[in-house]
């Protein structure tokens, strides 16, 4: 495994973590003893009230099932170990159909009529990018956990942060210059024609351009499709790499289409783990997906040299060596991203713990308190790996997994550092008022 070193200047801070919490005012240490919570140290034993937006619905859902049961085992920990400021943290969760315009109206509910602390847990770029004005107009801060370039780009406003999950615009660095090197120079890209795949479209290139490698055609595709064949045709004959990035209900006709067109020849596959979330890649129709490579920003088999910090994480959320439910070998989780609602929940409570926070009225120092964070550890909080923040962007920095799939499992055969992905930030939401 790549060792984890200091963040580069991009990304440096006058402000450490450590004084951060002095000059915030950190709480008091709380018991932690298995079984012990001393939530009546608190000045208020009221819960901390989390809104989390959840697709429970729509083309999100598989997403939405494994986000929720990340989000409570998370919160479980917490609240085992004391909770937050000594309060118990409660979940009120709202569907918003991976619906943009539904998702505004679930942050006004959570703000409006549940009276939430924080909105936390949206994945589809999509419905951030419709959500995220809502949080910024009513003040409440919104904890996303989706991927997309939206948060880091500065077209948000400050009270949208992105501290538990990278995003796309790095990860493509990360693994440009792998797949340049490993795979092929001359890449077709197959992505949704939608914010996330825009960004996949608008930040893969000139990563792998910096590496010699090429871009010969970039193939969008809507992201209520159902079948794929007709797209197929329009891969150039002299592609070495077919980049695929595909996500929803759809993707395994995706893939088992891909197979069928190509006959078990064609370009090699470097996909994002997205087209085979929640998917099995044992299902019939996928043998041709053996050798091929992916992306995993957590791998979803557990490897060989996994942390116990990993291994604690997957017990508490119910996983079992393959990456599926402990319950239900049938039921694969979406690993590779979950696991930011994980690290996200324990972020937020560092925060407010180092804010003091109290209530509403203290949701502007919340935001600085995030913002004053700059390393996360890898241990228990952060079970992915080691991880950098930038304050100014709202986004963190961290390591990316490049798997093979070899006799129907994903190994792992390479990782990058955290400085793979980092690049020169184009906003600074701190200069913008609370």
Not at 134 to 159: C, D, F, Q, T
Not at 229 to 250: C, L, N, S, W
Request: aromatic share 10%; hydrophobic share 40%.
């Amino acid at each position: 495994m790549t060792d984890i070193r200091k963040p580069s200047s991009l990304l440096t801070s006058t402000i450490s973590r450590r004084n951060a919490l002095k000059g915030l005012g950190a709480a008091a240490a709380i018991g932690t003893a298995p079984g012990f919570v001393r939530y009546a140290q608190a000045q208020s034993s009221a819960p901390i009230k989390i809104g989390f937006q959840a697709h429970r619905t729509g083309i999100g859902a598989a997403y939405g099932r494994w986000y929720e049961r990340t989000t409570a085992a998370a919160v479980k920990a917490i609240n085992d170990a004391g909770g937050i400021n000594g309060r118990p943290v409660e979940i009120i969760t709202e569907d918003d159909g991976t619906d943009a315009a539904r998702g505004a109206e679930v942050v006004e509910k959570f703000a409006n009529q549940h009276r939430t602390d924080i909105v936390y847990g949206t994945l589809f770029s999509h419905v951030v990018v419709g959500s995220a004005p809502a949080a910024g107009e009513l003040k409440i801060p919104y904890y996303v956990v989706s991927e997309g370039y939206h948060v880091a780009s500065g077209k948000m406003n400050r009270y949208v942060l992105q501290p538990g999950i990278t995003d796309v615009r790095a990860q493509c660095r990360s693994v440009a210059p792998w797949i340049t090197s490993n795979v092929g120079k001359k890449i077709t890209m197959i992505y949704p024609d939608y914010a996330f795949g825009h960004d996949h479209r608008d930040f893969f290139g000139p990563a792998a351009a910096e590496q010699g490698g090429e871009v010969v055609a970039q193939i969008p595709i809507p992201p209520t499709e159902s079948s794929f064949t007709r797209y197929f045709p329009q891969i150039p004959a002299d592609t070495d790499v077919i980049y695929h990035v595909m996500v929803g209900p759809a993707v395994l006709t995706f893939v088992k289409e891909l197979g069928e067109f190509y006959g078990g020849s064609g370009p090699k596959l470097f996909g994002f783990i997205d087209s085979l979330e929640a998917v099995n890649i044992n299902s019939p129709g996928l043998e041709f997906l053996e050798g091929s490579h992916f992306w995993e920003g957590m791998p979803r088999y557990l490897q060989e040299d996994a942390t116990d910090a990993e291994k604690a994480y997957r017990e508490a959320v119910g996983l079992d060596e393959t990456g599926a439910s402990v319950n239900d070998a049938n039921d694969v989780s979406t690993a590779a991203h979950m696991f930011g609602c994980w690290e996200t929940l324990h972020i937020i409570k560092d925060a407010m713990e180092a804010a003091d926070y109290r209530g509403p009225e203290d949701r502007a120092k919340l935001i600085e308190a995030t913002e004053a964070m700059t390393e996360f550890p890898e241990g228990p909080a952060h079970p992915q790996g080691a991880k950098v923040f930038n304050g100014k962007i709202h986004q963190v920095f961290g390591s990316q997994s490049i798997s093979v799939v070899e006799n129907g499992r994903l190994n792992v055969v390479h990782r990058t550092s955290i400085e793979d992905g980092m690049y020169e930030p184009e906003a600074d939401y701190t200069t913008q008022p609370l």
